[in-house]
């Protein structure tokens, strides 16, 4: 199982278009990994939870949906909306049981921004505009028995 808590940092660009309707589209990635002194290490679960974030100017709210199950939340302050997308509990990653006590593991996690998913005008943008970077790279914990 998994517990994470995750910061999400929007730049002024990314916020401006999202208070302008476009919806934002991160991916959080989850691996299991055995570790491996002679190879790389070994990948025993690759999984993604997908999030949508958009604001509705007619609502005045932000609405947040976990593409993965189809939970929609709404939210009347960004903030609120990026603490839900931040929090991850109890998520289960991999069957206690398929693990070797006699073998090291670790977990690791990066949150993607899927600049794909912009409307097309500013996909261009958003690969050349440091603002548009909004991705993390993979951070790893070792699993303790």
């Not at 991850?88 to 049981?97: C, I, N, S, Y």
């Not at 090291?104 to 603002?131: G, H, M, N, T």
Request: proline content about 5%.
């Amino acid at each position: 199982m998994l517990s994470a808590d995750i910061v999400y940092h929007l730049s002024e660009k990314a916020k401006d278009a999202l208070q302008n309707g476009v919806p934002l589209y991160w991916d959080n990635h989850i691996r299991m990994l055995q570790h491996r002194d002679m190879l790389w290490n070994k990948t025993l679960a690759d999984l993604v939870i997908r999030y949508r974030i958009q604001y509705h100017a007619l609502l005045n709210m932000y609405r947040v949906r976990n593409e993965g199950n189809g939970e929609v939340y709404n939210f009347s302050t960004l903030s609120a909306a990026l603490d839900l997308m931040s929090t991850v509990r109890d998520f289960r990653v991999l069957e206690k049981a398929k693990l070797d006590p006699e073998k090291q593991y670790l977990c690791a996690v990066k949150v993607s921004f899927d600049r794909e998913a912009l409307p097309l005008p500013l996909r261009p943008i958003a690969y050349v505009d440091p603002q548009w970077y909004l991705s993390s790279e993979w951070t790893l914990w070792p699993l303790k028995k």
